[in-house]
């Protein structure tokens, strides 16, 4: 089936070009002294000194959270490494000196370059230890080096510089001193 | 002074009066474009080049462009008739800025014996000289588009220049209604004939007596026909970005590439000027003769109190709206203060017009100084008519669509050149009666 659309018909003095222009000429102008007389009007955004404000909910650079004690709360336990679509993620584990800690990450690079913003990490990290809500969403560098975020990077932030967004209901940390082998695990550790 | 000196001296002053209108207008219009545009698409516009932070509303922008301009390198390449491709850009700029030294731009004054003309070159055949000159521009666009040896450039050159040569003739046959109107070629004849009220027929109408109440057909034509011969919008197919790379100039850089920007600029101002001499009545002020003037010169100055009383006010609120938009904004020291101080000195500037007027009307005036009063008036006139084609140039721009190629030819030869004539045989008709 074949549908034939109908041009619109054009009727009366539209029909000559020059009362078309004249009409288009009349928006126009409109436009010209409506921005000459309201310039305060104007859509404009002033861009870098006067930027909109960021949503709560971009995803900007990324941040590795702390603990009370200013060590990361990674476990480097490759989650999010091994989620990641674009391979920007490159840990590597070291053993911890903290008893109640496993693996603790010794490196943790991204590569700004190949990352490509999705948030997959975030999604994946079982203790919350990585975040892109860092309000950073332009970024420049010199040379590649400078697009890697090492771990010194990441945690060169303070907590309480990035409030979250409303409704943002973290999970939990794991509590590993109200587990089931809490008390023998205590003991095994003191020996 | 002996007759030939002053003759000489007359035609140096006016010959640089006239050659300097357009060079002085390009720099404006570059800037007029680029802020009608934001104007009309609802933005802000250039505002970003700045000295320690003074802006001038965005004209450091056409200072920026220059040294940029000057500063890149002149690719001449290999494939190009070096010769050909050397004169084209200065063809065009020439023949950009030879026309008006055919148009008056005041009345002739007379000093002691002597007539000073504001006119570089009254020749017998006036006006058809001066369309024999722009004739001429298209041989730029032609030159570079072959000598470039580019299939881009051979395009947009062939479009542009058929679609040049097609409207000139709906161009010509307007004219020729406005020589049949007038019964003259001389271009100071025609202006001279436009002063006064409007009068058809013995009745008096409460209007101008300009060319464009007498011959509004042509007036409409010869302006179309005007936007076609300097290859601006809606008639711009030469640039045709999206077909062809940018046309005629595809292989130009650097200066050269300025030159033909230039001249696409100093052609549109003197398209409008010719438009506003033939048409709006060029130098005459409405309503009123030279003579007129000249016998009540205080009235005379007080009318250009006045006006420019008007011209400061009305720009000095503007500037000061924008001045508080921009100090919102902008955070430099100067540029906080940039914009108010220029609108408190337009404010102060017609606060003095307002304390000038009981002092002009009191004042004694010996025949010269009159005499150069009104030509003053009637400069400021010409410039002023001529500066709202100049918007509407603009304005048409970031209106109007482009034409396609068939649809331009179809209204070049088979709408303005039948209209033309059809007005050429009216015109005919009712002066026989």
């Known amino acids: 089936m074949v549908k034939v659309v109908k041009r619109p018909e054009v009727k009366g003095l539209r029909q000559f070009y020059l009362v078309e222009v004249l009409i288009g000429l009349y928006t126009t102008l409109r436009h010209v002294i409506r921005n000459l007389i309201y310039p305060e009007k104007l859509p404009t955004v002033i861009y870098p000194e006067k930027p909109k404000p960021i949503p709560a909910a971009t995803r900007g650079l990324h941040r590795l959270m702390k603990r009370e004690d200013g060590s990361p709360r990674c476990t480097a336990c490759m989650l999010c490494a091994t989620n990641c679509p674009a391979f920007c993620i490159h840990i590597k584990a070291a053993e911890s000196d903290d008893p109640y800690i496993e693996k603790y990450p010794e490196r943790f690079d991204i590569d700004l370059l190949r990352c490509v913003f999705c948030g997959l990490c975030v999604e994946a990290c079982p203790l919350d230890a990585i975040r892109m809500d860092m309000p950073i969403i332009s970024f420049t560098g010199y040379t590649r080096q400078d697009f890697i975020l090492t771990k010194e990077k990441l945690l060169d932030h303070d907590n309480s510089d990035f409030p979250h967004a409303p409704n943002y209901n973290p999970p939990k940390p794991l509590d590993i001193t109200h587990g089931p082998h809490h008390n023998e695990f205590l003991s095994r550790i003191k020996k | ?433």
Do not use: C
């Open chain 2, 1 to 433: 002074m002996d007759p030939i000196t002053f003759e000489v001296i007359n035609i140096v002053i006016v010959a640089l009066l006239a050659w300097g209108i357009p060079l002085q207008f390009i720099p404006l219009m570059i800037w007029l474009e680029r802020k009608g545009a934001a104007i009309i698409q609802d933005r802000i516009g250039p505002i970003r080049a700045n000295i320690g932070g003074i802006r001038l509303f965005g004209f450091l922008h056409n200072i920026a462009d220059v040294i940029k301009l000057l500063f890149k390198e002149d690719v001449i390449p290999n494939h190009v008739y070096r010769f050909y491709y050397f004169l084209a850009p200065f063809w065009s700029m020439t023949i950009a800025l030879i026309p008006l030294m055919l148009v008056p731009f005041a009345a002739p004054i007379t000093i002691g014996e002597n007539v000073f003309r504001f006119q570089v070159a009254t020749y017998q055949s006036g006006i058809l000289l001066l369309f024999a000159i722009t004739g001429l521009g298209v041989y730029g666009i032609i030159l570079a588009a072959w000598s470039s040896n580019n299939k881009y450039s051979l395009l947009g050159g062939l479009r542009s220049s058929a679609q040049m040569i097609s409207y000139e003739l709906g161009m010509g046959l307007s004219i020729v209604a406005i020589l049949m109107t007038y019964q003259d070629v001389q271009i100071q004849n025609i202006v001279e004939a436009q002063s006064g009220f409007l009068k058809v027929f013995g009745i008096t109408f409460p209007l101008p007596n300009w060319g464009m109440f007498l011959q509004p057909i042509a007036f409409i034509t010869f302006v179309v026909a005007a936007f076609a011969e300097t290859n601006r919008t809606p008639f711009d197919l030469a640039e045709g970005e999206a077909e062809i790379v940018a046309g005629y100039h595809t292989e130009y850089s650097s200066f050269k590439f300025a030159l033909f920007f230039m001249a696409e600029y100093a052609n549109m101002v003197v398209a409008s000027i010719v438009i506003a001499t033939l048409f709006l009545g060029g130098y005459q002020v409405p309503f009123f003769t030279t003579e007129e003037l000249r016998a009540n010169p205080q009235y005379t100055l007080t009318a250009m109190l006045v006006l420019g009383i008007l011209t400061f006010l009305i720009l000095g609120f503007l500037v000061y709206k924008r001045a508080k938009y921009i100090s919102v904004h902008f955070p430099e020291p100067l540029g906080k203060k940039e914009y108010f101080f220029i609108s408190y000195a337009l404010f102060v500037l017609a606060i003095l017009f307002v304390i000038l007027i009981p002092v002009v009307l009191n004042l004694e005036y010996n025949d010269l100084a009159s005499q150069i009063i009104v030509a003053v008036f009637q400069l400021t006139m010409i410039l002023a008519k001529a500066s709202i084609f100049l918007w509407l140039y603009v304005h048409v721009r970031w209106t109007l669509p482009r034409f396609r190629y068939d649809q331009l030819m179809n209204m070049g030869w088979k709408l303005m050149l039948p209209i033309s004539l059809l007005n050429v045989i009216i015109t005919g008709i009712v002066i026989a009666l």
